[in-house]
């Protein structure tokens, strides 16, 4: 049914449909039942994690990442804010309108920005620090328009919510199930890893639901603050009800759907799609005001205007980001000069980035990675109809650099080093060290991988084996690919007995079988072991001893 | 120096399918080499992980249906 439209098109649906429906329903039904049913909110919390966090993880089923997070430090920090987070919201919900408390909110945006700049040092554009002053100015007016007994309280509740906010998706960039699980692109790994950062909360709850229980009967002053709860509020059935259609109906979808559509427009956009939910919340509590009986007097047509300048403020933030990212190239002035005198200038300038280009198959981004320039650097250069354009002296100095290391010597396959870049490196070492090992690796079945999958597949396999043989040898290392199926590992002060132990390693990483698309191709390999000063004392030789004696290997096969 | 890797019996399969196989415990005992068995092996903790999770979730779940229901039953009363 919905096959004709894009999958860009299902994620912008999906984004809309989150923030318009059910984060305006999120808010209501928070306020509803703070304000309303008047649920113990200790209760309700923990009703409605153990419900998502069963549902999350029913929905993903069983697969990666699952070890990983339950025995992983982070898990606990970040369903700890989690926790606090969610118990300030509904503090906040339970004071307020709705509305109103979406806003206040929306503070957190204030303290990411600032703590961005403090700790990460990602110092805010234009756009941000308008979006930001927008923010704080429709904030702060909502928040000193409250009544007088609740000023106070929303005061301490903003800054509390701003901070564990900001800290909530800091933690979960910092989380590295979390982070894994993006990088997966997968939904369900995803939802797999919340559902478990979820089942911690719900124990992290239990047990403090225990512990004040068995505190009441010692201690019953403590419930003079109203903080935390009471045996008899485990009984609460509103509260574990409405936890449980927060949890099932609400929480889940919202989760489910913000990793699909970010996963399908990216988190910028979505993140963009998030600044109207004041306008959500505001659409949901006047239109089921007959039914819960919330009340929206509070909300003057100030604060109305407040909302707008919130909203507007958020929208400018997301907008410029976006902005700003596409736009986010360098100025060309600082890497290009004006060149009508030296004609020499224009052309080595030409050269390189010509060069570089067809050393990376044309990938643009690549050739300016390689280059430690921006892309549009390139294109400018390109575009130069007049040939006049030409790196400035102190730019083609590292440009020129770069050239040499990234592209000269370098293997553009796999990123290893080529012969040349190899040689040069091999005699530099023979200065700096006293002992060296040279493994001279030749694939085997590698020539029937390219018949029978394609020399995509063989270009991936050459790729993955140089991925694993970097992750074998990280340290005191230089590998190269010399060509074709022929790869070259040399040992930075290893003499030949300590290498000999290595040859099992290696065997071990290229024999894995290499998952390529729906197939998995396996390969072996031939090695030949040469080491300096005890095989041979001339450097030069070392290369041909070590492919001497993968010969002799080969041919015992 | 290279080993000489034997024939093997079965084919290998990839991490996707591997989740998908219901009686991993007989598919293990099949000819497998040990890069392979890692893998399932791998395979079947995370399987033992979540199945874990999921149960005492469900549990928590279940004892927080059960107090409402107590407690609703006392209300009426």
């Keep these: 049914m919905f096959s004709k439209y894009t999958s860009q098109q299902k994620g912008w649906a999906q984004a809309f449909l989150n923030v318009l429906i059910f984060w305006g329903m999120s808010n209501i039904w928070m306020s509803y039942s703070t304000q309303v049913l008047e649920i113990n909110k200790i209760v309700f919390a923990l009703t409605t994690y153990a419900t998502c966090s069963f549902c999350l993880l029913v929905y993903a089923g069983y697969g990666k990442l699952s070890k990983e997070t339950m025995r992983s430090v982070d898990t606990w920090a970040y369903g700890i804010i989690m926790l606090l987070n969610y118990f300030i919201t509904l503090n ?3 004071l307020t309108s709705a509305t109103e408390a979406s806003l206040i909110q929306r503070f957190s945006v204030v303290f990411s920005v600032f703590m961005s700049w403090l700790f990460l040092l990602r110092k805010p554009n234009k756009s941000q620090l308008v979006g930001v002053a927008m923010i704080m100015l429709g904030v702060l007016h909502v928040v000193s328009t409250s009544p007088d007994d609740k000023i106070f309280y929303l005061y301490v509740l903003m800054f509390l919510a701003g901070i564990f906010q ?3 998706i800091f933690v979960a960039e910092l989380h590295r199930p979390n982070k894994k699980a993006a990088e997966d692109n997968s939904i369900k790994t995803r939802c797999r890893v919340i559902g478990y950062v979820m089942f911690v909360i719900t124990l992290l709850f239990g047990s403090m639901v225990l512990f004040a229980t068995y505190l009441e009967q010692y201690i019953p002053e403590i419930y003079k603050v109203n903080l935390v709860v009471e045996f008899s509020d485990l009984f609460s ?4 009800l409405a936890g449980a259609i927060m949890g ?5 979808p919202i989760r489910y759907l913000e990793f699909s559509a970010a996963e399908k427009i990216k988190t910028e956009n979505y993140l963009a799609v998030t600044a109207l939910s004041f306008f959500s919340t505001l659409f949901w509590e006047w239109a089921t005001s007959p039914l819960t009986g919330l009340s929206l007097k509070s909300l003057s047509l100030e604060d109305f205007m407040a909302g707008v300048v919130v909203t507007l403020g958020a929208l400018i933030m997301s907008i410029g980001k976006l902005y700003s990212d596409k736009k986010s190239k360098a100025d060309i002035h600082e890497f290009l000069k004006v060149e009508l005198q030296n004609i020499d200038d224009v052309e080595e300038t030409r050269d390189i ?8 198959n044309s990938d643009l981004d690549k050739t300016a990675d390689a280059l430690g320039i921006h892309t549009n650097i390139i294109e400018a250069v390109f575009k130069d109809k007049e040939k006049i354009l ?5 730019v083609f100095k590292n440009v020129s650099k770069n050239h040499r290391r990234n592209v000269a010597g370098s293997d553009s396959l796999t990123g290893l080093l080529n012969r040349n870049g190899f040689m040069t490196a091999l005699k530099d070492a023979s200065n700096d060290y006293e002992n060296l090992s040279l493994f001279f690796i030749d694939l085997n079945k590698f020539k029937p991988v390219n018949d029978t999958y394609g020399h995509e597949a063989g270009d991936f396999v050459l790729e993955e084996t140089a991925r694993r043989l970097k992750n074998a040898f990280p340290n005191k290392s230089v590998l190269t690919r010399l060509g074709g199926d022929e790869y070259c590992i040399l040992l930075l002060g290893e003499d030949k007995k300590s290498a000999e132990l290595k040859i099992k390693l290696i065997i071990n990483e290229i024999e894995k079988a290499i998952s390529y698309k729906e ?4 390969i072996s390999a031939s090695i030949g072991l040469a080491s300096y000063p005890e095989d041979t004392k001339d450097i030069e030789e070392l290369l041909k001893l070590a492919d001497n004696q993968m010969y002799i290997e080969k041919s015992e096969r | 120096m290279t080993n000489k890797s034997e024939r093997r019996e079965n084919a290998p399969i990839s991490d996707t399918e591997m989740y998908k196989i219901p009686q991993i415990k007989e598919f293990i005992k099949k000819e497998r080499r040990i890069d392979e068995l890692d893998r399932l092996y791998e395979v079947t903790q995370q399987k033992k992980v979540w199945r874990n999770v999921v149960f005492a979730c469900g549990v928590v779940n279940l004892v927080l249906f059960s107090f409402a229901l107590v407690g609703y039953l006392k209300d009426v009363q």
Excluded at chain 1, 237 to 240: A, L, P, R, T
Excluded at chain 1, 248 to 252: E, G, K, R
Excluded at chain 1, 390 to 394: D, E, G, H, R, V
């Design chain 1, 390 to 394: 030409a790196f400035k002296p102190s």
């Design chain 1, 248 to 252: 099932v109906f609400i929480y889940t």
């Design chain 1, 92 to 94: 906040l919900f339970s």
């Design chain 1, 237 to 240: 059935y509103k509260s574990i």
């Design chain 1, 166 to 168: 900001s800290l909530r």
């Design chain 1, 519 to 522: 197939d998995l191709i396996e």
């Design chain 1, 353 to 360: 980035l010509a060069n570089s280009l067809e050393h990376f």
